[in-house]
């Protein structure tokens, strides 16, 4: 083990795997010494962060799949940016049961371009 000189100065500490500042160790040595107290109001905080994030993540996709469902120029729009997007669409609805929706796009879109 070597003892370097910058481990006996003031205000760090060795351990003999390196030097530490003082003050990261007290600052350490607090969070592993905290109550369950603090850690459970954290976990809660993460939890209810964590399902807020899920109902917006919910409610964004059936705001996109209503507006898909009810306008044929924003599937177009989402087929030219996002044609993966408009795939799990169309998939989603012949899953349910409901057919020609891709075709009857198909077809209003090529008779736009003539």
């Given at each position: 083990m070597h003892d370097y000189p910058c481990a006996h100065a003031q205000g760090t500490r060795t351990d003999g795997f390196g030097v530490y500042p003082v003050n990261l160790i007290i600052l350490l040595s607090g969070y592993l010494n905290m109550s369950p107290r603090p850690l459970e109001s954290l976990a809660k905080r993460l939890l209810k962060a964590v399902i807020v994030l899920e109902l917006a993540g919910v409610f964004g996709a059936?705001?996109?799949?209503?507006?898909?469902?009810?306008?044929?120029?924003?599937?177009?729009?989402?087929?030219?940016?996002?044609?993966?997007?408009?795939?799990?669409?169309?998939?989603?609805?012949?899953?349910?049961?409901?057919h020609g929706i891709r075709e009857q796009d198909h077809k209003a879109w090529s008779a736009k371009q003539e």
């Open positions: 059936y705001a996109l799949f209503h507006k898909m469902n009810s306008s044929q120029d924003f599937r177009n729009t989402v087929n030219k940016r996002f044609p993966s997007v408009l795939e799990v669409y169309y998939q989603s609805n012949e899953w349910a049961g409901i």
